[in-house]
């Protein structure tokens, strides 16, 4: 089957720790974003990348980093700069302008 | 830029009540517009989306939604609620090419016996 895994589902930081959350798509899709979602926050777009070896800040990229190596692989890094990570974090792929499929999530807690 | 608005945070509706769940966008060129669902802990499931076309989209579980470009809508409809329903509900609107989604915040669904 296709679709989208996040691993690992959660995850622990210590605070001055980076963490690297996993996305993984089978798709083919080009396009792959990262989403931070908080209660009563919707979602919020960390970093996005529409092609393999380029990618874009959304709107609080502060304290994240990402990679694009492969087409199926969007890793994203939250670095000890970003001061309040605890949260849920939302992966999702897309082609073209169709709709976005996304993984099931990891929640992130700082410890 | 585009922007959606879903005015309703939090609804709550009977068990078997119709149900419709308010969204607003603001885009320039012809939408792609989009409902979605999540239940807690989980991603986002599509329920349906308009490109073009018909009007009134059909969706999953019984859901549909009409777009109205004079009113610069797109709500989401179902006529009877189920208590499975409880979830919350996000639309959503694209633009061109590869670009991200524009998401509203969201509006939470309490059913009740």
């Known amino acids: 089957d296709g679709g989208i895994t996040q691993s690992p589902k959660y995850l622990f930081r210590k605070e001055g720790q980076n963490v690297t959350l996993s996305c993984e798509q089978n798709?083919?899709?080009?396009?792959m974003y990262w989403y931070r979602q908080d209660p009563g926050q919707g979602l919020r777009l960390i970093y996005y990348?529409?092609?393999?070896?380029?990618?874009q800040k959304g709107d609080i990229a502060e304290g994240y980093s990402v990679s694009r190596e492969k087409k199926e692989s969007f890793p994203l890094t939250v670095t000890s700069a970003q001061k309040n990570p605890t949260a849920f974090y939302l992966c999702?792929?897309?082609?073209?302008?169709?709709?976005?499929?996304f993984g099931p999530g990891t929640r992130l807690t700082v410890l | 830029a585009q922007s959606v608005t879903q005015p309703d945070i939090h609804i709550t509706v009977s068990e078997g009540a119709s149900l419709e769940l308010r969204c607003n966008y603001s885009?320039?060129?012809?939408?792609?517009l989009f409902w979605y669902v999540q239940s807690p802990g989980q991603g986002l499931q599509l329920l349906l989306k308009?490109?073009?076309?018909?009007?009134l989209v059909q969706g999953i579980k019984g859901f549909e939604a009409e777009f109205k470009r004079s009113q610069s809508s797109f709500n989401l409809r179902k006529p009877s609620v189920h208590w499975s329903d409880a979830a919350e509900y996000f639309c959503?609107?694209?633009?061109?090419?590869?670009?991200?989604?524009?998401f509203g915040k969201g509006t939470r669904l309490s059913v009740i016996a």
């Open positions: 999702a792929s897309s082609v073209g302008r169709d709709e976005q499929f």
């Open positions: 798709l083919n899709h080009d396009a």
């Open positions: 990348s529409q092609i393999v070896n380029d990618f």
């Open positions: 885009y320039g060129a012809t939408p792609y």
């Open positions: 308009y490109f073009s076309g018909d009007t």
């Open positions: 959503a609107v694209g633009a061109s090419g590869n670009t991200p989604l524009v």
